[in-house]
């Protein structure tokens, strides 16, 4: 590996000690539905993001809820003894991308059938700490 190269990676990895990444792969709901609620946490700190979650109607609520405390929780292992509470994280960034989809058929008048695709989601969550900098 050249010197810039190694630069380069040693500076993404200095950037990444501070974020914390959770995963959530084939939820068996519709992206869109799913992107609703994500919406409603973006850029949020993670305690009004849970109350948010906690108390929203929509089924995809719950999902995400779930994907927000293992992000905590993956902070937290990153950083030994730290308390998420007084670090002030924020929801830096969540994305829903479409999964695959499940195609069937649904049955239709005289014989015929309809085809029906059962949509599913990825969903990726990102926490950091507020800069005290700033």
Do not use: C
Request: no cysteine; glycine share 6%.
């Amino acid at each position: 590996m050249g010197a810039r190269k190694k630069l380069a990676a040693d500076a993404r990895k200095e950037a990444m000690k501070t974020v914390a990444i959770a995963h959530l792969r084939n939820v068996p709901s519709s992206p869109r539905r799913m992107r609703q609620v994500a919406d409603l946490i973006r850029g949020v700190e993670v305690d009004k993001a849970l109350g948010i979650l906690r108390f929203s109607t929509r089924h995809s609520s719950r999902d995400l809820e779930k994907l927000r405390i293992s992000a905590i929780s993956n902070w937290q292992a990153k950083n030994d003894g730290a308390r998420a509470d007084e670090a002030g994280l924020v929801v830096k960034s969540i994305q829903v991308n479409e999964a695959r989809g499940l195609k069937r058929m649904l049955p239709a008048p005289q014989g015929r059938a309809y085809r029906m695709k059962k949509r599913s989601n990825h969903v990726s969550l990102i926490v950091e700490p507020v800069n005290q900098e700033a």
